[in-house]
């Protein structure tokens, strides 16, 4: 249902654009989340989307490099990721909300009810 894309391989000072269509069903009312997953570590919050679009929240270490939108017309979420660093390296995930509508923007994953398959982000240095 949640198809990420985008991921490669790219130097440190770099850019990627992540992307995340939403298929079979409408995530629009849903807050939308990106996370992370290097070898050997726990998958972890990255930034998240209010259901509007009105609000974000960004874990500190992507603060001012990494921005998450939406297009709720096209039904997918986008992360743009500039000033990439070697410990950006990872698998990005994108993850839907388990519910809709709700009252703040969540970033522990067990919140998340539905994700993607995961893109895999390069950084060399």
């Known amino acids: 249902q949640l198809q990420a894309s985008g991921g490669g391989l790219v130097q440190a000072g770099g850019f990627l654009r992540l992307s995340c269509a939403a298929s079979?069903?409408?995530?629009?009312?849903?807050?939308m989340g990106w996370f992370r997953q290097a070898p050997g570590k726990e998958r972890e919050f990255v930034a998240a989307?209010?259901?509007?679009?009105?609000?974000?929240n960004y874990e500190d270490s992507v603060k001012g490099r990494f921005t998450i939108s939406r297009d709720n017309a096209k039904n997918t979420v986008y992360l743009q990721m500039n000033s990439l660093k070697p410990e950006d390296t990872a698998v990005y995930y994108c993850?839907?909300?388990?519910?809709?509508?709700?009252?703040?923007?969540?970033?522990?994953?067990?919140?998340?009810?539905?994700w993607g398959q995961g893109t895999l982000v390069t950084v060399s240095s």
């Open positions: 993850a839907a909300d388990r519910f809709d509508l709700r009252g703040y923007l969540p970033r522990a994953p067990s919140e998340y009810g539905y």
């Open positions: 079979g069903r409408t995530f629009s009312r849903h807050n």
């Open positions: 989307i209010w259901w509007s679009g009105d609000s974000t």
